[in-house]
């Protein structure tokens, strides 16, 4: 096996989002569960100031996180810098404040109302993209999609993203923004090694739209690094310790699947690099992926992850990841349509 590696850890890549002229990093910054909740503030700015250093422009963040503190951590994070050299990225949808009948879902109310306390939190006049943090049942896409093309027009932002949508529901928010003029450039579901939904349906039609993933939890909720082993308790601190991480961690710590994960590291060793940046090179070798989310708790653990920016697998080593992850992959392309409640939920 060979792996081509990028030594320089100022040099993240740039790809485009979609078929827009908007470049963004590869390696993307995103604050769920640290900032705000697990992380003091001093070590939460460290750690963006490193991911600046490394050469990370784009920052991924959402209203809902922390119940809209993350929003304003990262704005402290990111004072001074000069705002025309980011790329900013935020979301709406699930329920913040008092959780009031409209305080959540993708209605022209909370929509509007959701930039307006996110550019307000950010400190900025306007995100680069505003991105549906799931798909809304409830209220007609037509009232969404209109809602996100004013939005577009008023300048408060620049590109419009989906988390979480079916490739049916990409497609027909597509048709409404073509109809409406603005970009729709993305989608943003969860994507790694070992939760593979994306690449049966919502990958080919988002290649047909012009659309682009950027991926969260490449590193599986950290499953992927190896350091939670089979039979064993999981380690205090770890994210699987935390109620909402703890949550979206189920399905991946049954001991067949760290059985098969511990099986990785030699292949991580082959190409020379760490188990973190084995799985973030090779969500990033999908030509339809524009960023991977990288969170971090701290500097040196940012540091770590973003050599992976630039990496290029070779096919055996892309062999051999299947064949030791053979078994317990999700791949199954419904799993995406259950990430959108039904109804509106304000738990």
Do not use: C
């Amino acid at each position: 096996m060979s792996t081509v590696i990028n030594e320089e850890v100022d040099d993240v890549e740039h790809r485009f989002l979609g078929n827009s002229g908007f470049k963004i990093s590869e390696i993307t910054y995103g604050n769920w569960i640290t900032h705000g909740s697990q992380v003091e503030l001093d070590a939460a700015i460290a750690t963006v100031r490193a991911a600046l250093d490394a050469g990370i422009t784009t920052f991924d963040t959402a209203d809902v996180y922390a119940d809209t503190a993350a929003e304003v951590v990262l704005a402290d994070a990111l004072k001074g810098q000069r705002r025309e050299s980011l790329e900013i990225f935020t979301k709406v949808y699930f329920p913040i404040g008092p959780k009031g009948p409209n305080d959540t879902g993708l209605s022209r109310k909370h929509v509007m109302d959701g930039i307006h306390g996110s550019l307000r939190r950010l400190g900025t006049d306007y995100v680069d993209l505003f991105q549906a943090h799931r798909y809304d049942y409830e209220t007609p896409l037509e009232e969404t999609m209109q809602a996100f093309a004013d939005i577009v027009r008023q300048g408060k932002a620049l590109y419009i993203g989906v988390s979480e949508w079916t490739a049916e529901q990409l497609r027909a928010g597509h048709a409404l923004a073509r109809e409406l003029r603005f970009p729709l450039v993305s989608n943003q579901p969860q994507y790694s090694m070992l939760y593979r939904v994306i690449e049966r349906e919502v990958v080919p039609t988002s290649e047909e739209l012009g659309m682009s993933q950027i991926v969260w939890s490449p590193v599986a909720m950290g499953v992927l690094t190896g350091k939670y082993l089979p039979g064993a308790p999981v380690p205090d601190g770890s994210r699987a310790t935390d109620a909402t991480g703890g949550f979206f961690m189920k399905r991946f710590l049954e001991d067949d699947v760290l059985t098969a994960v511990q099986r990785l590291k030699p292949v991580a060793e082959q190409a020379g690099l760490t188990m973190p940046q084995l799985a973030i090179a090779w969500v990033l070798q999908n030509d339809n992926v524009a960023a991977a989310l990288v969170g971090a708790s701290r500097p040196e653990q940012l540091r770590s992850n973003v050599k992976a920016a630039g990496v290029r697998l070779d096919a055996d080593t892309l062999a051999a990841i299947d064949e030791a992850l053979a078994g317990v992959v999700v791949d199954d392309p419904a799993l995406t349509e259950k990430s959108s409640p039904r109804t509106r939920w304000t738990d």
